[in-house]
């Protein structure tokens, strides 16, 4: 026993000399992650491709399969059209929707929820219906959705002050005239929702195509969200991080750059409502909005091609040359009709002959950098405070946009091990130093700036973090700054001769409705034997 004890105390003095310095903990292993950024970096260089080896001919060809590619080939396919063919740069389908899995869980990469859609979101409700997920009449007011896709409660929850509180909307420890101010703003979005302009269209829909034209709504896009608080007279802390919080969220914009009508159209223009739900319950599975991609790519699987790019288009739009990277050779595809379902701001590069009006667009389109981490743990984090583990976890004034939790949906009541998708909207710089922070820092360096986020509401998120994967968003999304209603983005809505644009970018927000509304948009132009689209699309 002597002995052992000497050990211990001369281990103790070694502690004392060193200053009782505590070993770091040791951060948790993982990858980082993100779209084919070197073969876009091929096409953003310049790199000659090897010249076309083969000249395929098809019908339609749809570049891209995310929401709005994808929707395309779904309402081609349910309105008896096959044939198409399907491309991506990616080896996995859904652009923003992507998804991945481990032992645990699947988990998202990127969006993870739908919200209800209103009646204006027919095509978001029929293909609900068309999945099984709606249930009756896709056209009734309140249908009803299957229990299963409902998220389950509770739903959402906020860190704030040392609590977790109920909802998002800051309600604790909040100084006196806060809620008044509150109430105000729920008032006027209440007005805004139910306002119509003078051409007799809603003043804010969604998708966006429906919305009015009226100039005295179309003035809000002048000035930001953060100007029009402060005009009418909204100085709240809470009420301002709070609005600022939902740009960030949806457009990886901080309030003070987004545009004043794109702000008030995230609280105005959500109007969907179901039978057995409250009209405030999103859609949600493990991999986020990756499962309705999974659904759509088993309908025409055999009609889509990963790994490829297009890298030019020729004069007309009637030509394709696409470099295959697994067998790095380059196709050439004659075609009667395209369907660009990729982002509008790469046309410039691909497209010499680009109409100038769609060029003049896609050179004002700006994107947004966003980062994705997927955090395995141990064991599920602690509650600290009065509301218990949400599907949607939020910190007042954190770095990050909180996490959902990917099992949540599981119907084994506490499982041990789970998945947090932790969002963050690069938003405190440029988004071209947005861009090089993503591609410059390393695993363990996000690792620990996430961590250290989520440890104000868990501390002991670092000894229960086994893996921690970062996917870098580069272009996540169009930001809707003020002025992105300009003109010449609503020349992006008609097509050419042969070319139609099927992605959130024609209408500047990326929304999944957006998306889908675009590529169902082109679907139709083509079963309509290409014609010029009509009234205010």
């Known amino acids: 026993m002597p002995t052992d004890r000497r050990r211990f105390l001369a281990g103790s003095a070694a502690g004392a000399l060193l200053g009782c310095v505590p070993r770091p903990r040791p951060l948790p292993p993982g990858e980082l992650l993100g779209p084919s950024h070197a073969l876009?970096?091929?096409l953003r260089d310049g790199h000659r491709f090897p010249p076309p080896t083969r000249t395929i001919d098809v019908p339609v060809l749809i570049a891209g399969a995310g929401i709005g590619g994808l929707s395309c080939a779904w309402w081609l396919q349910r309105s008896g059209h096959q044939d198409f063919l399907l491309l991506d740069l990616e080896g996995q389908p859904g652009g923003n929707a992507r998804w991945g899995s481990n032992a645990v869980t699947s988990y998202p990469w990127g969006a993870h929820y739908l919200p209800l859609p209103g009646p204006q979101a027919r095509y978001v409700r029929l293909l609900l219906s068309d999945l099984g997920i709606l249930r009756g009449d896709p056209e009734t007011?309140?249908?009803?959705?299957?229990?299963?896709?409902?998220?389950?409660?509770?739903?959402?929850?906020?860190?704030?002050?040392?609590?977790?509180?109920?909802?998002?909307?800051?309600?604790?420890?909040?100084?006196?005239?806060?809620l008044e101010q509150y109430r105000r703003f729920d008032a006027e979005m209440h007005r805004f929702a139910s306002l119509h302009g003078a051409d007799g269209r809603p003043a804010f829909a969604l998708p966006l195509a429906l919305s009015s034209d009226d100039p005295s709504l179309l003035a809000l896009d002048r000035i930001s969200m953060r100007d029009w608080l402060q005009r009418n007279g909204y100085d709240a802390?809470?009420?301002?991080?709070?609005?600022?919080?939902?740009?960030?969220?949806d457009y990886g914009t901080s309030y003070a750059e987004t545009s004043a009508w794109a702000g008030i159209h995230y609280f105005a223009s959500r109007d969907g409502e179901a039978a057995n739900a409250s009209h405030d319950t999103v859609l949600t599975w493990p991999e986020g909005n990756g499962w309705l991609?999974?659904?759509?790519?088993?309908?025409?699987?055999?009609?889509?091609?990963?790994?490829?790019?297009?890298?030019?288009?020729?004069a007309d739009g009637r030509e394709v040359d696409v470099y295959d990277a697994e067998r790095r050779e380059t196709l050439r595809y004659r075609i009667?009709?395209?369907?660009?379902?990729?982002?509008?701001?790469?046309?410039?590069?691909?497209?010499?002959?680009?109409?100038?009006?769609?060029?003049?667009?896609?050179?004002?389109?700006?994107?947004?950098?966003?980062?994705?981490?997927?955090l395995t743990l141990s064991q599920l984090p602690q509650d600290l405070g009065h509301a218990p583990l949400s599907w949607d976890?939020?910190?007042?004034?954190?770095?990050?946009?909180?996490?959902?939790?990917?099992?949540?949906?599981?119907?084994?009541?506490?499982?041990?091990?789970?998945?947090?998708t932790y969002y963050r909207a690069l938003t405190e710089v440029s988004p071209a130093a947005g861009r090089q922070w993503l591609w410059q820092r390393s695993q363990p360096e996000w690792a620990q700036a996430i961590l250290a986020d989520l440890a104000r509401a868990h501390p002991e998120i670092g000894e229960i973090c086994t893996?921690?994967?970062?996917?870098?968003?580069?272009?996540?999304?169009?930001?809707?700054?003020?002025?992105?209603?300009a003109p010449e983005r609503r020349a992006l809505r008609q097509p050419t001769s042969h070319v139609a644009l099927a992605h959130a970018d024609v209408g500047g927000i990326s929304l999944f409705e957006e998306a889908q509304y675009w590529g169902v948009e082109a679907a139709r132009w083509i079963l309509d034997g290409g014609r010029p689209r009509n009234g205010p699309n």
């Open 40 to 42: 876009g970096h091929l």
């Open 141 to 178: 007011l309140r249908p009803e959705y299957d229990e299963r896709h409902l998220c389950h409660s509770p739903q959402e929850r906020l860190y704030i002050h040392g609590n977790w509180q109920e909802g998002v909307v800051p309600t604790f420890g909040l100084p006196p005239g806060a």
């Open 237 to 249: 802390p809470s009420l301002h991080w709070y609005i600022d919080y939902g740009c960030r969220d």
């Open 293 to 314: 991609v999974q659904r759509l790519v088993e309908r025409f699987a055999a009609r889509l091609r990963l790994g490829q790019m297009v890298y030019r288009i020729g």
């Open 336 to 374: 009667d009709r395209l369907v660009w379902a990729g982002p509008v701001g790469l046309l410039p590069r691909l497209w010499p002959q680009l109409p100038a009006v769609w060029a003049a667009a896609a050179r004002r389109i700006d994107y947004a950098p966003w980062l994705v981490a997927n």
């Open 393 to 420: 976890n939020v910190l007042y004034q954190g770095q990050g946009l909180g996490y959902v939790v990917a099992t949540h949906q599981s119907l084994q009541m506490r499982p041990m091990a789970t998945v947090l």
């Open 467 to 485: 893996r921690l994967d970062v996917w870098r968003w580069g272009h996540a999304m169009a930001r809707p700054t003020p002025g992105f209603l």
